[in-house]
């Protein structure tokens, strides 16, 4: 069975950082798409950033320059830099996988999710 465990999460303030970590197990990585999604309380979950089974990677514009996604696929894990914070980022965070080329709102594989709060 696939697995995903999301940690890293937590508080911060505005301009700061935080590093999200997503432990995979019961796929092989490098054969899927994975990728970030975050859901604010009355918002639409939102895909944050990617990377596509051959390894292209796409961010929402809301977060190019500021979060860097990246995968170790020796740990089978993925991972979220996430730099320079503003309010605006404060979600939860789900990590997302699928036997897919791109991961898209229609994954099959979720975490559980973190949170991140990032206040003022």
């Known amino acids: 069975a696939v697995h995903l465990t999301e940690s890293g999460g937590g508080s911060v303030q505005a301009g700061g950082s935080l590093r999200l970590s997503c432990a995979a197990s019961?796929?092989?990585?490098?054969?899927?798409?994975m990728a970030w999604f975050r859901q604010a309380p009355g918002k639409e979950r939102e895909r944050v950033a990617t990377?596509?089974?051959?390894?292209?990677?796409i961010y929402a514009d809301s977060v190019k320059g500021r979060f860097t996604i990246s995968k170790d696929t020796a740990k089978n894990t993925l991972y979220l830099q996430m730099n320079s914070l503003k309010p605006e980022d404060t979600a939860m965070y789900l990590c997302?996988?699928?036997?897919?080329?791109?991961?898209?709102?229609?994954?099959?594989?979720w975490g559980q999710g973190v949170q991140v709060t990032v206040s003022s």
């Open positions: 019961g796929f092989i990585a490098s054969r899927y798409c």
């Open positions: 990377i596509d089974s051959d390894g292209d990677i």
């Open positions: 997302a996988a699928d036997y897919k080329v791109r991961c898209g709102a229609n994954t099959n594989y």
